[in-house]
């Protein structure tokens, strides 16, 4: 079965830091990818997504990932954390069969510390 | 309307008891589905409309799941005769449509928090 991986379901970075989120999937196949964020009691607010353009993807918050076909991978990546930035995010996943099911990581959990 | 919306936001039923919720998706989108998001299961896709009609119900997790969509607008989850590993967050997002490509971006709802005694 298709499946997405995030490596952590914490990660903690100071403020100003680097922020690295890890995410790969399973399948050769070209898919169509996506990271979402979730602040605490809110829905999903997608933050970025690739559709087969250029491989490295502009978010919102300052954040971007980069499609990697050979990893199968697609981190998300943020040069300088904020105190803000801190909330659970997906990686997401679907593949053209007709329909747009995602498939989702298990999430990670973003701490900032002061 | 501006966004997704789900309501109840949240629901505390007894178990056994039926439950009903809702979702309205953004205006003009005509694909719709239903998520799930428990501890220790993530986040599960349960079922998707395209209009009315639902293609795929192969996430629905038993036959007490249910879901109907009526006017390619208003979505209804039901659950029945509810236990207490039915307690979760359930996410409606709806998209423009259901093919691939930039259409297919979902806006999920705040989601409704349920809990069963």
């Known amino acids: 079965a298709q499946s997405v991986t995030q490596l952590g379901s914490h990660v903690s970075v100071s403020e100003g830091a680097l922020v690295l989120l890890r995410c790969n999937y399973s399948?050769?196949?070209?898919?169509?990818l996506f990271w979402y964020v979730q602040y605490p009691n809110q829905g999903l607010q997608l933050l970025l997504k690739?559709?087969?353009?250029?491989?490295l993807v502009k978010g919102i918050n300052g954040f971007e990932a980069e499609f990697k076909k050979s990893e199968t991978s697609f981190h998300l990546t943020k040069p300088s954390a904020h105190m803000s930035d801190a909330a659970e995010y997906f990686c997401?996943?679907?593949?053209?069969?007709?329909?747009?099911?995602?498939?989702f990581g298990t999430g990670t959990r973003l701490l900032v510390s002061p | 309307g501006a966004g997704v919306s789900q309501s109840p936001s949240n629901k505390v039923t007894e178990k056994g008891k039926d439950v009903e919720l809702r979702c309205d998706p953004i205006?003009?989108?005509?694909?719709l589905y239903w998520y799930r998001q428990s501890l220790g299961q993530g986040l599960e896709f349960l079922i998707y409309?395209?209009?009315?009609?639902?293609?795929?119900k192969s996430g629905l997790p038993s036959d007490r799941f249910s879901a109907e969509r009526t006017g390619g607008s208003v979505s209804t989850l039901t659950i029945q005769r509810t236990q207490q590993e039915d307690s979760a967050v359930y996410l409606c997002?709806?998209?423009?449509?259901?093919?691939?490509?930039?259409?297919?971006?979902?806006?999920f709802g705040p989601g409704t928090r349920l809990t069963v005694l």
């Open positions: 997002a709806s998209s423009l449509a259901q093919s691939g490509g930039s259409r297919n971006e979902q806006f």
């Open positions: 399948s050769s196949v070209p898919p169509y």
């Open positions: 690739y559709t087969s353009a250029a491989t």
């Open positions: 997401a996943v679907s593949w053209n069969t007709g329909f747009q099911k995602l498939v």
């Open positions: 205006s003009g989108h005509t694909a």
């Open positions: 409309f395209q209009g009315n009609s639902a293609p795929d």
